[in-house]
């Protein structure tokens, strides 16, 4: 079966960087498309990135220019890079898989936090 695995939340700074990471456990993750997921308290949820492979896919105009996606080399993780991070990104972030048979497959969730 598929599993994911989020990791790397905490309290950061205002203006500063952090990285998340999410491991998927099971298929081949280019075979489909990863995608990173957050809701902050009181607020619809939205998908932000995805990638398949080939490069990311901005979903979330808020996130454009300081947000990245970045995979490593032979193994199955992919890091969702964060930069000149501010209070309005805080939220739960949660990476998910769609599989080639259209299924959404869902991570645990990590809680990011940014103070000023």
């Known amino acids: 079966q598929v599993q994911l695995v989020e990791s790397g939340g905490g309290v950061v700074q205002a203006g500063g960087s952090h990285t998340l990471s999410c491991e998927i456990f099971g298929p081949e993750w280019k075979m489909g498309t990863m995608f990173w997921y957050r809701q902050a308290p009181g607020k619809i949820g939205e998908v932000i990135l995805s990638g398949d492979g080939r490069g990311p896919i901005f979903h979330s105009d808020s996130v454009k220019g300081r947000f990245t996606l970045n995979g490593e080399t032979g193994r199955q993780i992919l890091h969702l890079q964060m930069t000149n991070l501010k209070v309005e990104d805080t939220a739960v972030y949660t990476c998910?898989?769609?599989?080639?048979?259209?299924?959404?497959?869902w991570g645990q969730g990590t809680q990011v936090t940014v103070s000023e």
């Open positions: 998910g898989w769609h599989s080639p048979a259209a299924v959404d497959y």
